[in-house]
């Protein structure tokens, strides 16, 4: 079953903005590719030349995909269903465990043993970390506890470990930290009794605290994961390609059973299996309703190390299934998925992005040759274009500007790790990932610190000593490197900023801003304590 052509928005001019800058992006790659590579220059500038030109083409690419999807079609959440509650099927509970404190456990438990639903709930306690005495807490809160006692494929193998133990036709998945609101099987589960082959329903990721960017920024920021769950998702309901995000989420026995359990080729166990049911035609659906509610992690350190075990396991899912020949999925689902997952090299870009402008100052490594006065207005043309239709497009969600800080902020981390991954030095480890731990620093903190503050004063130095070149020779040469470097300098100075905060402090607030531009980038990084 292929997904419904979405129906776009009535407004045409959406989609002559989308038209134009496609045409202004497409002749400047145009203009790149057959006018500003220095072919006749050293090889190493050749080089240099050509990894920014692929950069740029896949980001190109990618950057049409979403804009597509969140442009030209609607992204409002579907309403739950109006549906005879006695006919709504069994549910089962799956609460994956490794090695959470019991407290935490305990709330989780019950929050779904207090779950309003007309039909029988059965909840299963899966731990992963044999644990006898999680076998007393279980029986406390009426669920079934569920240990292996081999342990191969992390949470994939201790999911389909308790498939086999378990019946109902439907099955409602937490994480040991995500506790339900009572409402949550009423808000969902009609939407499988009003759909035909019905894959899965995801709802937010939602914290009751601030997350690591409002805590060391501002509070008022949005919430950097609302973004994903209540925007991207949205737009991509529109194509059948909504990821399935392995908490807060209930999935069909069928759909599951169809797809071959729970994919255990990656430890993004989730994003793989929830691509795989919606290529055997189920439909995956996203809502923006918040239903359960976590902690969101208060550590740089395992913050960094869960956003590379999501890379990873992102890079994995790409490995193991050869996404173009995927059969199920039509072109727009694999396009979808393969934009989703290329994302996670955005700590190879951030870092190339950094470093090109300084290569030029220093070692005069040219990655790019043109007739700047054609150049220049050409690429302001089309950069300027994005960054106002995504600052336009995204309103208060995220804006250009902050996109950049999040992703710098993680960019040397993630981009060793993304890039040995790609190279077949994998890690199938999973890590939970820390909670409510004490604010403390670790090794990893220093490092990253460490790696900004460097990087800002090599960009301070190359600044300098563009602007001293600038006047002995052609100014138009260093006149991009100028504005290059300057940019690059107010995201560094933003890292550092972020690096020498303590998540513990919440009090970063700003005054009534409604969006997080450059202006209020500037009020947030100066603001004092």
């Excluded at 306690?125 to 406390?140: F, I, S, T, V, W």
């Excluded at 201790?158 to 808000?187: C, G, Q, T, V």
């Excluded at 090109?356 to 990655?367: E, H, Q, W």
Aim: aromatic letters at 14%.
């Amino acid at each position: 079953m292929t997904a419904k052509r979405p129906k776009t928005h009535n407004s045409w001019y959406k989609l002559i903005i989308y038209i134009g800058i496609l045409s202004v992006s497409t002749y400047y790659i145009y203009y790149r590719i057959f006018k500003t590579l220095p072919l006749e220059l050293r090889p190493v500038d050749i080089v240099f030349a050509l990894i920014i030109l692929i950069v740029e083409i896949l980001e190109a690419f990618e950057f049409f995909i979403y804009f597509r999807n969140n442009l030209l079609y609607k992204k409002k959440s579907p309403k739950t269903p109006k549906v005879n509650k006695e006919k709504l099927g069994e549910v089962d509970i799956f609460i994956a465990t490794l090695n959470e404190e019991d407290e935490l456990l305990e709330g989780t438990l019950k929050a779904c043993k207090k779950l309003e639903y007309p039909n029988r709930v059965h909840i299963y306690l899966c731990d992963d970390g044999e644990r006898d005495h999680l076998k007393d807490l279980a029986k406390k809160h009426d669920a079934t506890y569920l240990g292996r006692t081999t342990h191969l494929c992390a949470k994939a193998g201790n999911y389909n470990y308790a498939l086999k133990h378990s019946s109902s036709p439907y099955i409602a998945i937490f994480d040991a930290d995500m506790r339900p609101k009572k409402n949550f099987l009423l808000e969902t589960m009609p939407f499988f009794a009003k759909r035909k082959k019905l894959g899965f329903v995801q709802t937010p990721q939602s914290f009751r605290n601030p997350d690591i960017f409002q805590a060391r920024f501002s509070k008022k920021m949005p919430c950097e994961q609302d973004y994903f769950y209540k925007y991207i998702q949205l737009a991509r309901n529109n194509v059948n390609s909504t990821i399935l995000c392995g908490t807060n989420c209930v999935i069909s026995r069928k759909a599951l059973k169809e797809a071959g359990g729970f994919s255990q080729a990656s430890i993004a166990e989730d994003v793989a299996t929830g691509m795989i049911i919606e290529s055997k035609g189920y439909r995956g659906i996203a809502i923006s309703k918040e239903l359960a509610y976590g902690e969101t992690i208060d550590s740089y350190s395992a913050f960094l190390k869960q956003r590379s075990r999501w890379g990873r396991g992102c890079i994995q899912t790409a490995k193991s299934y050869d996404i173009l020949r995927l059969k199920g999925l039509n072109l727009r689902q694999k396009l979808d998925y393969i934009v989703a997952i290329n994302y996670w090299y955005f700590g190879f870009r951030r870092l190339l992005f950094l470093t090109l402008p300084l290569l030029f100052v220093f070692f005069n490594i040219i990655a790019i040759e043109a007739d700047l006065k054609v150049f220049i207005p050409l690429f302001f043309a089309q950069y300027l274009l994005k960054r106002f239709v995504i600052d336009a497009l995204e309103r208060n969600h995220r804006s250009a500007t902050w996109s950049k800080i999040y992703e710098l902020i993680q960019a040397p981390y993630l981009a060793v790790v993304t890039i040995k991954e790609f190279l077949g030095f994998s890690n199938k480890k999973f890590v939970v990932t820390p909670k409510n731990r004490p604010n403390s620093r670790s090794v990893l903190d220093y490092i990253m610190l460490t790696i900004h503050f460097v990087l800002l004063l090599i960009s301070g130095a190359a600044l300098a000593l563009a602007i001293y070149k600038s006047q002995l020779e052609n100014f138009e040469i260093y006149a991009i490197p100028i504005i290059w470097i300057f940019v690059n300098l107010c995201y560094l100075l933003a890292a550092v900023t972020f690096d020498l905060r303590d998540s513990t402090r919440t009090n970063y607030d700003t005054k009534a801003k409604k969006r997080y531009g450059l202006g209020s980038f500037m009020s947030i990084i100066w603001r004092k304590k």
